[in-house]
């Protein structure tokens, strides 16, 4: 059997832009085949793990399922990390195998000098040559086609970005299920945006996170072309929706202002007709910017919220959101539950963390205090969110936990701070975040990204901060408004578009000593 064996074995499985490459889904069952008997043939069996350190290319899908098949883990690394950093990982999820292209060849050559331990057993890299390492797809050029013998398929031992310390592991159980050629079924979310064997579904962001990897495996999995761009741009993106007529989509909000920011006649000079619906998730999408995209794309935009733990999903449809702007939606996977300080459960209406119960089980690889401390006394799971639930069941997130600014003994949450920013049109990017203040403990710091970077030289700096201060004063109390923004060029944000504030928070709270 092979993957998605109803679907014409020439189908495009994944198309690649702006290369054009494409991998048919008999070339991507080949493969994944051919790894997997590498792996065998190496000693890499069920239950061990496969690093995989690569960008978007031909070849990450096939190591994906090539390790599915053969009942391992795989552990997907950001190609952006240093050699420390990917050490790191390899060592911690105690990797026997490595998967590297040929743009991290220098990483993996400095990778030894980070592994007191050594290598793992097998290293590849795709289409590059370093010693000690075997050349792909040289090294498979002999190996059968034909599936592994594996009793039950792996699964993703993914980690988190490590944006409040070291990256953590979550690995959960291998589910018992035969890889019969590795296709899982679907996500409940995939089953409600309707994604089936006649969709084009576009991934503009890493692989290496968990919801690209995952999701372009499941469209795999039910026939569907995935087309995976290789770097986010926001022009590219409208062009692979009309190239591909792609018809499902996944997007982070960054790029939904990105997109929006683009000049008018850009925006209307591609056609977009083929959408069916468009998911977003990662990070919250500020209100004003999500009714602008539903104004331009129609009431197709559709969001889900979980984590890369898997502790809970909810799920909310465009046309419910309009009647109810800002929720994240009601679950379809596990119970919410909003808990206060003391672990007491708190009535709708109420800020509190944000637990679960009945979400995907997991751990904390190599850490059972984080595992256990990540779980309320009635065995719930949190993440560090922090929300409410309306009378409905509806969940609102108001921001993390670590994120909330505490000034004068009044809570104050950034998110609602940086959506008022990111509604005025000439900013791209916005950080809140508390910097030491001697009298109130912490006072509220904005830094933006204006979408003219020369708007924010000279005076004409002191100009854009005081309109922004004004047009925050018009939407929020005046206990929230910073005591002053300043500017960057670039906000550091991952490619998953979570916003990283620590470097921002070291570099301004520095400046006030």
Not at 22 to 36: C, E, G, H, M, P
Not at 47 to 63: E, K, Q, S
Not at 333 to 351: C, M, N, Q, R, S
Not at 356 to 362: A, L, T
Request: proline residues 8%; aromatic residues 8%; negative net charge.
């Amino acid at each position: 059997m092979r993957l998605a064996e109803h679907v014409p074995p020439d189908k495009p499985a994944v198309v690649l832009h702006p290369s054009g490459t494409v991998v048919t889904f008999a070339d991507l069952d080949a493969r994944a085949n051919r790894i997997a008997h590498l792996l065998r043939g190496h000693g890499v069996g069920p239950g061990d793990t496969v690093a995989i350190l690569m960008d978007n290319n031909p070849h990450v899908h096939a190591v994906m399922w090539a390790a599915r098949r053969s009942g391992c883990y795989y552990t997907l690394i950001n190609s952006g990390l240093t050699a420390a950093e990917v050490a790191y990982i390899v060592a911690d999820c105690n990797a026997r195998a490595l998967f590297a292209s040929a743009s991290v060849r220098q990483v993996c050559a400095e990778l030894p000098d980070h592994l007191p331990g050594g290598l793992p057993q097998l290293t590849v890299i795709a289409e590059a040559e370093l010693d000690g390492w075997l050349r792909y797809p040289d090294c498979v050029a002999g190996q059968p086609v034909s599936p592994v013998d594996c009793g039950e398929e792996g699964d993703l031992l993914q980690y988190s970005s490590g944006s409040t310390g070291r990256p953590k592991g979550i690995r959960r159980p291998r589910g018992g299920r035969r890889p019969a050629t590795g296709a899982r079924g679907t996500t409940p979310v995939f089953e409600l945006v309707g994604v089936t064997e006649d969709s084009v579904y576009l991934s503009p962001a890493p692989l290496y996170h968990t919801a690209p990897a995952m999701w372009t495996m499941c469209a795999q999995s039910v026939g569907a072309t995935t087309v995976v761009m290789q770097r986010f741009d926001a022009e590219q993106a409208l062009e692979c929706i009309q190239r591909y007529r792609v018809t499902h989509a996944q997007f982070v909000p960054t790029m939904f202002v990105k997109m929006l920011r683009l000049p008018e006649n850009t925006r209307r000079a591609y056609d977009l007709s083929s959408l069916r619906r468009v998911v977003h998730a990662s990070a919250p999408c500020p209100p004003d910017i999500k009714r602008e995209m539903i104004d331009w794309w129609g009431p197709i935009i559709d969001e889900y919220y979980s984590s890369s733990e898997g502790a809970g999903i909810t799920f909310i449809r465009a046309e419910e959101w309009l009647t109810r702007p800002g929720s994240v939606g009601r679950p379809i996977l596990g119970t919410p539950h909003i808990l206060d300080e003391f672990g007491a459960e708190l009535p709708p209406g109420e800020v509190g963390d944000i637990y679960f119960d009945g979400g995907y089980p997991f751990a904390y690889l190599n850490d059972e205090a984080k595992t256990r401390a990540a779980r309320s006394p009635q065995g719930w799971v949190t993440v560090g969110d922090v929300g409410y639930l309306d009378e409905d069941g509806y969940l609102y997130l108001t921001d993390r936990r670590h994120h909330m600014i505490i000034s004068g003994g009044v809570n104050i949450y950034p998110q609602e701070i940086e959506n008022a920013l990111l509604s005025h049109p000439l900013v791209v990017d916005a950080a809140v975040f508390g910097v030491p203040d001697e009298v109130m403990g912490q006072s509220v710091k904005a830094v933006v990204q204006l979408t003219d970077p020369l708007l924010a030289e000279g005076e004409r700096a002191d100009a854009m901060a005081d309109e922004l201060l004004t047009w925050l004063r018009a939407r929020l109390a005046r206990y929230k408004c910073p005591r002053s923004i300043s500017f960057e060029d670039e906000l550091p944000r991952t490619d998953a578009g979570k916003l990283n504030k620590q470097p921002l928070i070291a570099k301004y709270s520095a400046a006030l000593r």
